[in-house]
C-alpha cells in the first residue's frame, strides 16, 4: 500500500488563524480524501480531493472554512480558515488505492 | 443512507486470550464491502482486515478474523491471542461496491485495552 507521510504531527495555534496540513504520498494515486476526528469521536469525511477537478466537500464542510489544494497525483493540502476551538481535532488525510483507502498519521490540532 | 453500529464503547481483555468486537449495518445493497481498522494512540489508521459480501468465506489475517452474517448484517472482528500492541480503537467500516474507494461510513469505534 502506499506510504503518507502528513506535515505538521501537531499544531497549537491560537483562534482566528489559519493552518494548511500538507499530505504527501509516495506514489500516484487518483483519490485522496480528508478527514476530521473530534476528541473522542470516530472519523467525519470533510471532502474528496481528485487531481484536475475541485474538491467535492460533504454536508457541513464549505471551502471557504477548509479550502483544499490537489496540484498534483501525490500531494495535497488542507486549509483550517479563521479557526476557533471547536476545531480541535485530528485531521486526516487518506488515499484510495483498489477499493481501500489507507491513512496518512494524522495532524493534531489544538486551537487556543 | 448506509449506517454503521459498533455496540461496544469499550472491551478489555487479557493477554493471550480471545476477544470479539461486534458490528452490525444497515444497507439495502447487496454488494459492498466491510473494513476493520486499528487505530492505536500514535492515532494512525492501520488496515486490519477487508471481507467482499460476495465472498461466503469469512477473511483471515494471521490472529485477526472476522465473522461475516450477510443476512443478519453483521461483521464482528475475533483477536485471537491477544497481545499488548493490540490496545486501541476499533473502527468498522462499510463501502458500497459501486464507490471504489470512496464514501467510507465508519462506525462509532470501540475502545479494546489489553490486560496484561
Redesign the interface.
Known sequence: ?AVISQKPSRDICQRGTSLTIQCQVDSQVT?M?WYR?QPG???T?IA?ANQGSEATYESGFVIDKFPISRPNLTFSTLTVSNMSPEDSS?Y?C?V???????????T?LTVL | AQTVTQSQPEMSVQEAETVTLSCTYDTSEGDYYLFWYKQPPSRQMILVIRQEAYKQQNATENRFSVNFQKAAKSFSLKISDSQLGDAAMYFCAYRSADNYGQNFVFGPGTRLSVLP
Do not use: H, W
Request: no cysteine; proline share 4%; net charge positive.
Open positions: 500500500s483519490m480524501f476526528q469521536q470516530s472519523l469525511l474528496t485530528i486526516l487518506s484510495g488505492e483498489r477499493g481501500t483507502q489507507y491513512f496518512g498519521p494524522g493534531r
